[in-house]
């Protein structure tokens, strides 16, 4: 230890800003993969297989490694952690919301008071199957799920200090939410939207995802399920599993822990998958992710239901999610992270 200098402990600050970048743009690159899969699926359907669906896991799955590490390797403080959600989701959401409401008046997704409050008290995803709905707004039940998972597991972070006992949390608590999915579904024969909108049968993909990082953090995740090529397999086997003809349990019995294992088994410093979601086009698209992400199902709406061609519904979206990002999203963001 006395043969360290303090140089050698602490890296330069080029050296922890250079990998930061790094890092961040290889998440962004995430989050722009899983976006463009959602606009593919919804603007450009693939016959055979649903995309959208499959974008939507994505983002879970690599939301419960965000959480993870954020929550129980760094142990960021949850009252900071909590004003950095807010600042990120809210502004954005409030305006869309807003607009919408105005814009769409007396169009066939014609917004309804009640749903627009559900969507803006993150309840959508259960007040969409009990009470009402509106078309343009159907997004947001994926957007509750994450907000439901991120107090879900500040409480488990605050409540419980020992990763030994937050792994097999962790790990029942997904289990549990699958198993209901699977019931719901089969047994009660419940659609699609009355079982998985649910935060108690799709918290699973994050709670599984969140569960694989921390086996990796401890040094307990098996040899055979590291590196690049295992995250190839598992993701390719995922998107396999994901096919039509598949029962659409069995998409989140076995493939969602398959594309949690392949977000979790990619190093950040993999130079092949790294360059790639690291690539200004995959970066630039994740840090429009979440506007992107808000504007495109009303457009999507009339593509679906009244058969207008996706290409200027398209460039709509991007129109819209740009001036979300850059006009309320990112000034939004770092004035309440600044001032707050």
């Known amino acids: 230890m006395s043969e360290i200098t303090a140089t050698q402990m602490v890296p330069s600050r080029s050296v922890v800003d250079r990998s930061a970048r790094t890092r961040l743009a290889y998440l962004d690159g995430w989050r722009g993969l899983s976006i463009a899969l959602v606009l593919i699926g919804h603007f450009f359907p693939v016959p055979g297989i649903n995309l959208g669906v499959l974008g939507v896991e994505f983002f879970f799955v690599l939301s419960g490694r965000l959480m993870a590490e954020i929550l ?7 009252k900071k952690f909590f004003k950095r959600r807010f600042s990120r989701i809210y502004p954005a959401l409030l305006v869309f919301v807003i607009i919408a409401i105005i814009a769409l008046s007396g169009t066939f997704i014609a917004f309804k008071w009640k749903a627009a409050l559900t969507a803006l008290t993150f309840t959508y995803n259960y007040a969409g199957i009990l009470v009402t709905r509106a078309g343009a707004l159907d997004h947001i039940w994926s957007l509750c799920v994450e907000e439901h998972a991120y107090i879900i597991l500040a409480l ?14 962790l790990l029942t608590l997904a289990l549990f939410a699958m198993a209901n999915g699977a019931v719901s579904y089969w047994v009660f024969k419940l659609d699609y939207e009355a079982t998985y909108w649910r935060t108690d049968v799709h918290i699973a993909s994050i709670l ?44 989140y019995l076995l493939a969602v822990p398959l594309l949690a ?28 992710s979440y506007s992107l992400y808000l504007w495109q199902q009303p457009f999507y709406k009339f593509v679906y239901d009244q058969g207008i061609s996706p290409w200027p519904m398209l460039a709509g979206v991007f129109a819209c999610a740009l001036c979300s990002y850059y006009l309320i999203e990112r000034p939004a963001r770092e004035w309440l992270n600044r001032n707050w």
């Open 261 to 288: 294992l392949a977000v979790n088994a990619l190093d950040f410093s993999t130079p092949i998958f790294s360059s790639l979601l690291s690539s200004w086009p995959m970066a630039t698209l994740g840090l429009w």
């Open 208 to 251: 599984l995802s969140a569960s694989i990082c921390l086996l990796k953090a401890e040094g307990r995740l098996p040899a055979l399920l590291k590196g690049p090529y295992v995250a190839l397999a598992a993701a390719a086997a995922a998107v396999l599993l994901f096919m039509d003809p598949v029962p659409t349990p069995i998409h």
């Open 72 to 78: 129980f390797i760094e142990r960021y403080p949850l």
């Open 156 to 169: 488990i972070s605050a409540l419980v200090s020992s990763r030994n006992r937050v792994i097999p949390l």
